[in-house]
């Protein structure tokens, strides 16, 4: 059988629809682009001019007639340290049993579905849940430690779910290849299947950063939102059981309570140059980390 | 034909839950020889030839009965190092599994393991355990690049080397070949013939002609029985069982 349409083009209802479709996509993937732009634009003309080195030094005081956010940078800082130091073992740890060491049925189906559920619980719940346990029936008041401890809970889904998709994609041939070397659980665990995860845990500690970094619900609840900064090098261990806002929760203050705009938007352009470069570290990072990669 | 045996195998069943997978194996294998096992898909090759350095140990379910001696000595009685018994009988697998690292890391993965962290040394098993498995002068300039850039055939070789850097005193092989080209089975098949000069190789294999030319004894496998066990020249020349004969003639299979 020969076809003996000619090769020519010719417009038919098919090519028609193609061409309405691409142009839909390209419409929307533009609109995207030009929102995200157009906010980032809108941010930083409003803000820029108010971030200076003496905004980032200092600390707001009507005495000192100075403006600035030096303690809420510090305590975003501590904040993350303290989440992170207790969040990433522990949220690798349980990927690591989930995955490796717990036989695989009912209990770590419930488990796994406990954690994809917890992700999804609006902040505010958590910071509730903080701010009567660990503030309230703990003890321990209006606190960066409050206030870790409750992120923690919220980001250990991340990690661990983010290690845990990175363990699965290990292959099995690895595993075996190790064993059959006469290599133990652990060992292989530790040389094997935990730097051919590295992208994956990273990827999982950065979102879990990110996360911090953008959350103020739970932490208006749980670590307050006090400014000064420590007076001493030794201060910074003590201000972990004090009470300290971070720049979002200060930004959030700013623009309600304070109804200080220039403020506002200053903060959200530190924060915007924040998530940039956490976005331009993941990536550098992640890709060190690329055991696959030819080096 | 049984002088001495390395592996002796008795009354060997194993099940995975239901399924009875090897049925009543009984076996010697010889040292410094090269076994092969054959048969159709699914008959129980692989899963007899992971009995033999406990790598079903990783599989859930699984019930093993009878007695599998290494040099006389019950590798499955209560007490045994597992890592020991892997260091004595290595493997190399269908699929070249490099690990996601640098060639010489692969190599002196296994040495590390049982305690080797002397740089010279090391330095030493990996050049011997390379050569061992004819691929040092390939990538004797490249010894730190990741293994997982080189060929299929070439990493086959680096797990040969792996295997061989521990000092094994068995290599199984679990149709090592399968993946590659001619060329690279070929050169492996070569290799073979030195390996068993020092070790004893048991591989396991579809290709019959393969069988030939590398193996001195051959098993034949059915339906988790062994079917018939001799010589290879034997077996091919003069099958005992009409089972044997129809299969290598490929009646079926
Ligand atoms: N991990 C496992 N769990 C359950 N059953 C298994 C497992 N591995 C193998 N089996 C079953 O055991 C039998 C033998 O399998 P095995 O892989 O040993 O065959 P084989 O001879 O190596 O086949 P092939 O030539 O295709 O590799 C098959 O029926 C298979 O389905
Ligand atoms: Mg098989």
Redesign the pocket.
């Known amino acids: 059988m020969n076809d003996n349409r000619d090769l020519s083009f010719q417009w038919n209802r098919r090519k028609i629809n193609d061409v309405i479709l691409y142009a839909l996509i390209y419409i929307c993937a533009s609109l995207s682009v030009v929102i995200l732009v157009g906010i980032i634009a809108y941010v930083f003309i409003r803000g820029v001019g108010s971030v200076n080195i003496g905004f980032l030094t200092s600390v707001t005081s009507v005495l000192k007639g100075t403006v600035g956010i030096a303690g809420n940078i510090v305590n975003t800082v501590l904040i993350i340290f303290l989440t992170m130091i207790l969040a990433t073992p522990i949220g690798v740890g349980a990927a690591i049993y989930l995955n490796e060491y717990a036989k695989p049925g009912k209990l770590v189906s419930l488990i796994e579905f406990a954690t994809e559920t917890l992700s999804g619980i609006p902040s505010i719940i958590f910071g509730l849940f903080g701010m009567m346990f660990f503030g309230q029936t703990l003890g321990m008041g209006y606190s960066l430690i409050t206030g870790s401890l409750t992120l923690i809970l919220m980001v250990l889904p991340l990690i661990t779910r983010n290690t845990q998709e990175a363990l699965k994609t290990v292959p099995d041939g690895y595993r075996q290849g190790a064993v059959g070397l006469g290599a133990g659980k652990w060992h292989t665990i530790r040389t094997i299947l935990l730097p051919c995860s590295m992208p994956g845990i990273i990827t999982g500690v950065i979102l879990a950063i990110g996360r911090i970094v953008g959350e103020s619900a739970a932490l208006l609840f749980t670590a307050g939102s006090a400014k000064a900064l420590p007076k001493t090098l030794t201060g910074i261990f003590s201000k972990i059981f004090e009470s300290g806002g971070t720049m979002t929760v200060q930004l959030y203050l700013s623009a309600t309570s304070e109804g200080d705009f220039d403020t506002a938007f200053a903060i959200a352009v530190v924060l915007l140059i924040l998530v940039f470069l956490i976005n331009i570290g993941t990536k550098k990072l992640t890709k060190k980390y690329d055991v696959t990669r030819e080096k | 034909m049984m002088e001495t045996a390395k592996i002796k195998v008795k009354k060997l069943n194993l099940y995975?839950?239901d399924?009875h997978?090897l049925k009543d194996i009984d076996i010697k294998i010889r040292p410094k020889a090269v076994t092969a096992f054959i048969?159709p898909?699914?008959?129980?090759?692989?899963?007899?030839l992971k009995t033999l350095n406990r790598m079903n140990d990783l599989?859930e379910n699984v019930k093993i009965e009878g007695e599998v001696l290494l040099d006389e000595k019950d590798i499955y009685a209560p007490g045994v190092d597992t890592t020991i018994l892997r260091k004595k009988v290595g493997m190399v697998f269908q699929q070249p599994n490099p690990f996601p690292m640098s060639i010489y890391d692969n190599i002196a993965y296994g040495p590390r393991i049982h305690g080797i962290k002397d740089k010279r040394k090391l330095d030493e098993i990996v050049e011997e355990s390379l050569r061992g498995a004819a691929i040092f002068d390939e990538v004797k300039d490249r010894l730190k690049k990741n293994a997982l850039g080189l060929s299929g055939g070439q990493q086959q070789r680096i797990c040969i080397a792996r295997a061989l850097a521990v000092c094994p005193e068995v290599l199984l092989m679990d149709?090592p070949t399968s993946a590659l080209d001619p060329i690279s089975t070929s050169k492996i098949e070569d290799l073979m013939e030195d390996l068993k000069k020092k070790y004893t190789v048991v591989i396991?294999t579809?290709n019959m002609q393969q069988a030939v030319r590398v193996a001195d004894d051959t098993a034949f496998?059915l339906l988790?029985e062994l079917i018939e066990f001799r010589e290879t020249k034997l077996l091919f020349s003069y099958p005992q069982d009409k089972r044997t004969e129809d299969y290598i003639t490929g009646r079926f299979g």
Do not use: P, Q
Request: aromatic share 16%; charged share 10%; glycine share 26%.
């Open positions: 995975y839950g399924n997978a048969g898909s699914g008959c129980g090759k692989s899963t007899f599989v149709e396991v579809h496998f988790g």
